[in-house]
């Protein structure tokens, strides 16, 4: 498993009963984990003591108790800063585990002794577009939320990196994609992680099962003739890890170079064990 062991303001102190215990910054928050099927006892005293908790509910969604919480806070990971609220569908605008893979791209970009043109599709609030404009890559930032597009903005600014060069496009990742190629523009690396379910701007349905492998094929259209990397994450139920290998390994078998895949997690402090969130594939030329 890929787990990140560098956080220093993010901490998952504890996990059980599909909840689990987080400390973001100074703040506390208990949230929903369906992976955490164990019932091992919640005897950390900070399950008492959460500044918030998000209350799943039995119709779908749920809501947040919030006891003591600021509107918006803010983390730090290796020089990047990340703008924090609690919002719908459990979330804060950051997932914790992907700085396994920014650390990686980083490393990736900052090895390659070239210029790199990164695209991030399904691109949420810029972990990985700040993690590559930090390693001095060109990024261009496509997400279909304007919100969301917004918030990564913020985190740029945030991060010092506001100047870097970041295109920021709020886009149907697939019609944007086929512009590109008919532009005949071209990108060294592509990331993406996208939903389990969708619709697109005239009611199309995007299932990720069903749609993934032709939307990788047709990114790799995409790709310049010296690709430095491909990243597919995956937090879809029931999606093997080892699937995003066979999908990469086949989608882009013209290109050569290898695929791996693997579950990435987040060390449980109580326990010293990883909590699995979700998988990931990484092809490289």
């Known amino acids: 498993m890929w787990a990140s062991n560098d ?7 504890d996990a059980s009963e599909g909840e689990r215990l987080e400390r973001w910054g100074e703040y506390i928050l208990i949230r929903p984990d369906p ?3 164990w019932k091992t006892p919640k005897t950390h005293p900070l399950w008492k003591k959460a500044n918030a908790r998000y209350h799943r509910s039995s119709k779908g969604g749920g809501e947040w108790e ?29 997932f914790p585990e992907q700085a396994v893979n920014w650390d990686w791209m980083r490393e990736k970009i900052q090895n390659s002794g070239r210029k790199i043109r990164v695209l991030n599709l ?15 890559a060109s990024v261009t930032h496509v997400d279909a939320s304007k919100g969301m597009v917004g918030w990564a903005k913020e985190n740029a600014a945030s991060s010092g990196l506001a100047d870097k060069p970041i295109r920021w496009l709020v886009d149907d990742c697939r019609k944007f994609i086929e512009r590109e190629i008919r532009r005949g523009n071209t990108y060294d690396a592509v990331i993406m992680d996208p939903p389990s379910y969708g619709r697109g701007p005239k009611g199309e349905i995007w299932k990720l099962e069903d749609s993934l492998y032709d939307f990788v094929v047709l990114c790799s259209q995409i790709l310049s003739g ?24 086949s989608a882009l078998k013209e290109k050569g ?9 987040l060390p449980v402090t109580s326990s010293g064990l990883i909590l699995p969130c979700g998988s990931c594939g990484r092809w490289t030329l």
């Open 35 to 37: 992976q955490a099927v």
């Open 226 to 249: 010296d690709p430095l990397f491909f990243v597919i994450n995956s937090y879809t139920t029931g999606l093997a890890a080892s699937v995003l290998t066979y999908i990469l390994s």
């Open 7 to 13: 956080w220093k303001d993010y901490e998952i102190l």
């Open 122 to 136: 399904f691109a949420y609030t810029g972990g990985a577009t700040l993690a590559c404009a930090a390693a001095s």
């Open 257 to 265: 170079g290898s695929a791996q895949s693997d579950e990435v997690g």
């Open 66 to 94: 919030i006891f003591d919480l600021p509107k918006q806070w803010e983390i730090g990971y290796k020089g990047l800063r990340f703008n924090l609220k609690p919002f719908s569908f459990k979330h804060t605008g950051l």
